[in-house]
C-alpha cells in the first residue's frame, strides 16, 4: 500500500495530500477537489465520530478465525465494505488518468476481492455512461447511483442503469443540494415520498436510497420501498455543520429495526473503523476516499491491496474484541 | 467576493487580516481595530457557538424552491439579514475610505438587495453624522443606533435621527461599557427601566434595543415599551468573557414568547449561520464585520455581492435541512 | 503598563517570558523560576478555570458608579486584591534587582493605592527578613507569611514577624511538600489541627492560613482558630494536578458560611477575573505573578500602575454586569 | 536522570525521541518501534486518562514521613511498582545494547531498590531467553511473562520459566491480536477460561493474566484461578482505541472486590501517577517505556535513579494529599 499511496500523491498534486490520515483538514472547502464544502465540519465531525468511539479489548474467548464475511441486499461479501460511488476524476482528482480506467478498475478490484463498487454519476455526462460501461465488463457486479434529477434525465438514466444488469440500483438524494448542477441547467432536487414511490415502483432493481441522516427519513424511505439506506452526509460535500455518520447512525437503525439494509459512509478509513460501525447497527459500510486513493494509485492491484489490509485489520480488531461474525456484532465491544 | 475580500485585504491592512474564517483568533484584543476586547473570549464564543451547532439533513421533501424573505418590525426583507451597526471607519478599519463613502454604500447595497443596514454611532461626531446623511440619501432605509448618552447628547441625538425619515431607531445600550467614551468626557451610562421607557417614548419611531444576553433584560426591555431586541455581545468588544449570542437565544427568544421581534447578532458569516440563527428563535440577524469587509473591499457593488452569497447559502441550507419558509424554522433542523 | 511589561521582560529574561496571557505554557516546570512544577497542570488548571466562567452581561440598571472596595479582616481595600507572599528574587526572577528593593517598591505601591501586599518566606533567611524590614518601612502595612517550619524555626520567625507591628500573620500551609527546603536541613511539614491551635493562640495577630483546596480542610482551619483562609494550589508550584481554585472555591466558600474571610489567588491576571472570583465567594483575591512582574519592570510605579489598571477593568466589569458593591457580589453575574 | 535520558535519547536515535513527556505523540503508529498501533490512540488514551485526574491536595495533617512500600502477592516492595514487561531492543530500541545486558541491568537495579522487574516474550526466541537468563542471576527475582502461544510451544516456555526460580508467571493475553507473529508462523491466540483455567493449573507458580481492560474479563480471569491481573492495554500496541487504562480501572478495582491482586499499566511516567493508579484501587502498577529509557541511558544505575525519582515523587504526593500508606489510598484524594 505504501508505494501506492505514493504513486496516488504524485498523480493527485493539487487535488489531493493523501495524508497520513484523511480527515479533511488539509482540503477544507475543497469542492470540486476532494475536501468539504464550506468549513469542512461535517467531512471533519465524520472522522471525529468515529475517533471518539472506544473498543473494549477482549481476549478472554476462543474466537481466533473470525468470519468477516455478510449477506446483505443478495449479496455475498467477503468483508462487510463496498466502494462508494465518487465520480469526475478530471475536477475532483487530478485527471491523471481516464474516467473508464478509474472506474473499471475499482470495480474489477472489488469484484476480485469478492466485493463491490459503486458507480457514481454528474456532469458530463461521460461520468456516469463510464460507469455503466465498467458494470457491463464486470456482468452487472456493480452498483449504479443516479443523482436525484427531474422527470426525463432521471428516467432516462434509471433505465441505463438497469441495462447494465445489475442487481440494486441506487440514488444519492442528498445531492439535491448541488445548485453547481441547477446552474448548468441540470436540476437536482428533494423528492417527496409520493414521488420517490414512483420512482422506486418504476425501477427493475432493489433500490437504495443514500443520504439518510434522521430516523425519521430512515422509516420514509422504508415505506417508500427501498430494500436499504446509506447513512451519509455525502462525505460533508453538500451541507456544512452535519454530525458525523457515527453520531446518528444507533438511532437510526434502531428505528429501521431490520426492515431493509442499513449501510453507512462517512470518515471510514480502517477495518477497526468497519468494526465500529457495525458495533452501531450498520450491516455493511461505503467507503469513498480511500478507494479512489487506491484506484489511482494503483488501479485494479491498489484496490485489492487496499481491500487484503481492510480485512487484516477488521480479523485483528474482531480477534481482540471477541467478535466472532461480521454479520452480528455486540454494540458492548463499544467502551460505554 | 474573491476580488471583494482581496481588495479588502489590502486597504484594511493593519486592521483586519480579512481571515478566511473571521473568528477573532488572529485580532485578539485590537479594540480600537476590528478585534473582540481582552482576550476576545466573547468574540470567539460567538463564533463558536455557532459551530457547534449541527444541522439534521433532510432531502425526502418538496421544498426545492425556499422563500426566505421575512416580514419584521413592518419590513420585508428578502433575506432575513440586516447589516449591523459598525462605524468608525478610520481608527477600527484602516481609514483608506471615507466614513460617508463607507455607510452610504452599505445602506445602498442593502437596500437594492432587498433589505437593510443600520447606522453606527461614536465619536467623532462624524460618525454618526455620515450614518444620518447615509439614511436620508435612501430615503429613510436605514435604521440609525445611538449610544446610551447621557440626557442632553442623547436627545439631540435622537432628534436628529428621527430627521432621517426613518420608521426605526436603536440603541446599543450595552455601549454603556465604552470607558474610553467617558474618558473623552462624553459618558455612557446603563439605563434603568423607568429611564429607558422615558427615552422610548419620547421617540417618534419604533425602538430597538440592541446588547440583550439574558432573559431578564428581554423581558425588562418589553417592559419599557422596545418593539424589538437585538441579542447581542457588541461582537465581543465591551466585555471579555461573554458567552457565545447563540448559547442565549434559545432562552431569550422563548422568554420573549412573540411579544417583540428577535434580532441577533455575533459569529454570523454565512447563510448556514443565519438557518442556525433562525431555529434558535431569532426573526432576523445582523451581521458585522463582514459586512464592513465586503464595503471597504467593493463599495456598494461589494455588499450587493455578500448579500446574494448569503442567499445562495441560505438557500441551499433550507433546501437540505427542508425548510420552506425563513419566517418559520422547525429547531428540529438543529441536532439534538 | 506597556513600558513596565517590556521592562520586565528585558529585566526577568531566562526567568519569565513575561506572556501576553500569563497563563503557565512557556515556563512549564520551571521551579525555580517562575513555572508550574511537573507538567504544570495545577499553574494551567488555575487560568483556564477562570477562562472557563462567562458573564451575563447586563446594562439595564443604574449601576454606572459601582464601588470596588471591600472591608475584610478590618482592613479597608479600594480594591479586593491584595498583592500575593513572593520572594526569591535572585533564583526565581533573575535577580536584577534586590530582594529589599523587590518587597519595599510592592508593598509601598500597594500602601499608596490603598490595598495591601503580603511578604514571602524560604531560604535564604534574607527573604523573610526583608520583608519584615518592609513591613516596618510601611508602618506595620503588610502581612507576613511564614511557612509551616519545625517547632523553633516557626516561633522565631512567627515572634519575628509580629515585631513589624503588622496586624494580620499568615502560613502557607501547602509549602509542606517544598522537598528542596527538607534536603536544605530546613524541614517544612504538614500540620494537624492541634497543632496548628497551638500556633494561632501563640500568635499575637489575626491568622490566615494559605493553601487550602477542600471544603473539610476550611472547616479545620475555621476550628483551629483562623481570622481567614486562602484557598491556593501555591500557584501550582507544589503539586501538580491540582484543580484550579476557581473549580473549588463555590464549594469552599459555601462550607465556611461567612464563619472567616475567603481569599483565593491562583490565574487571577485582571479586574474581570477579580469580578469572577467574587462571584464564587471570595471577599477578595491575592494575585502573584502580575505583581511580581509589574514590581520588577517599574518598581513602586509599576505597582500603583498594575493597580490603576486593575481597578479600571473591574469597574467597566461591574457596570457591564449591573454590580453595584465588591462587597456584595451575585452569583447570577455568571452564565449557568 | 538528566543525563541518563540525554544517553537514551542518543542510542535510541530513529527509535524513540525520549520526549520529555512520553505521550505517544511523537512516535504515532511506530510498531515495531516503541509508538502506539495505528493512530496511537490507545498509547494516547492511557496518558490522558492519568492527565484528567485533578488531586485534592491537603495539609492539614500529620503524615509527613508516609510509607510508600506494599506487600502483594507475598512480594514486599518498596514502592507499589514493577518494570513491566518489554523486550525486543533490536528492534523497538535501537540495538544499540544487547538483550542481556538490557534486560539484566533492569531486573537488577529493580532487585537493589526493593522493587521486581517483569521480562518480556516474543520472537526471536533470545528475547525470552535473556529474560530467562536475568531471573536466574537475581536468584529468582523476576516476573517471566509468555505470550499466549499455542500448546506445544506455551508449555515448553512456560516449564522454562517455572525453571528460573520465579515465584510468579504472567501472561500478556493480548498480545493474542499479534497478526505479525502468526505471519512468522507462531501463532499466538486468545484463550476461552476453560484452556485458561488448565494452563495455570498446570504452572507452579502464582499467575497473574495482564491485558485486562472489562470487568467481564476480570471476573473470568479469578475463575480462572489467577492470583493476580494486570489492567493493561500492551502499551497501545495490539488494538487502537482502546481507553486509557485509568478509565477502566475503578469499574475492574471494585468489580474484583478483593479477590486477587490488581496491577495496571499505561501512562504511568511520575510518583503522582502513581498514586492516582493506586486511588483508583490498583495494588501496584506496571511502568513500561520509561524503564527501557533508563534502562538503555543508564544499565543498572539510570534503572535506581528513576526508582529513587518515582520514590521521591510518590513521597511528596502523598505528603500533599494526606495519604499515610500507600497500601491504603483514599479515592477521596481524587477531585470529583
Not at 481466533?64 to 462508494?84: Q, R, Y
Request: charged share 25%; with cysteine; net charge neutral.
Amino acid at each position: 500500500m505504501k508505494s501506492v499511496r505514493e504513486n496516488a500523491k504524485e498523480l493527485m498534486k493539487g487535488y489531493c495530500k493523501v495524508c497520513p490520515v484523511c480527515n479533511g483538514k488539509a482540503c477544507v472547502g475543497e469542492v470540486p477537489g476532494m475536501g468539504g464544502l464550506g468549513t469542512a465540519a461535517s467531512f471533519k465531525n465524520n472522522v471525529k465520530a468515529l475517533e471518539d468511539l472506544k473498543l473494549n479489548m477482549r481476549t478472554i474467548h476462543e474466537f481466533s478465525e473470525p468470519d468477516t464475511s455478510v449477506n446483505i441486499m443478495g449479496l455475498k461479501l467477503d468483508i462487510p465494505v463496498l466502494a462508494a460511488p465518487i465520480g469526475g476524476v478530471e475536477f475532483n482528482m487530478g485527471g491523471r488518468i481516464s474516467e473508464q480506467d478509474y472506474i473499471s478498475s475499482k470495480l474489477k478490484g472489488c469484484a476480485a476481492k469478492g466485493i463491490i463498487g459503486c458507480t457514481g454519476d454528474g456532469v458530463p455526462d461521460f461520468i456516469h455512461e463510464s460507469g455503466n460501461s465498467a458494470i457491463k465488463e464486470c456482468n452487472g457486479h456493480g452498483i449504479p447511483f443516479i443523482k436525484p434529477w427531474e422527470e426525463d434525465e432521471l428516467h432516462i438514466k434509471l433505465k441505463k442503469a438497469e441495462e447494465t444488469g445489475c442487481k440494486i440500483i441506487g440514488m444519492d438524494i442528498d445531492a439535491a443540494g448541488l445548485i453547481t448542477l441547477k446552474k448548468m441547467g441540470r436540476p437536482v432536487t428533494p423528492k417527496c415520498i409520493r414521488k420517490l414511490r414512483g420512482i422506486i415502483e418504476s425501477v427493475n432493481a432493489d433500490f437504495i436510497l443514500k443520504g439518510i441522516m434522521t430516523p425519521d427519513e430512515a422509516r420514509m424511505a422504508i415505506d417508500a420501498g427501498v430494500k436499504g439506506i446509506v447513512v451519509s452526509n455525502h462525505g460533508g460535500r453538500v451541507l456544512d455543520s452535519c454530525p458525523g455518520t457515527a453520531e446518528v447512525l444507533l438511532d437510526i437503525s434502531r428505528a429501521v429495526a431490520g426492515q431493509c439494509s442499513v449501510l453507512v459512509d462517512g470518515g471510514v478509513r480502517t477495518g477497526l473503523d468497519v468494526l465500529k460501525m457495525l458495533a452501531l447497527g450498520a450491516d455493511a459500510v461505503m467507503i469513498g476516499r480511500p478507494f479512489s486513493i487506491a484506484t489511482i494509485g494503483g488501479l485494479q492491484e491498489g484496490v485489492e491491496k487496499y481491500i487484503d489490509q481492510l480485512k487484516g485489520e477488521l480479523t485483528q480488531a474482531m480477534v481482540l474484541t471477541g467478535t466472532e461474525k461480521a454479520s452480528f456484532v455486540d454494540i458492548r465491544i463499544l467502551f460505554r
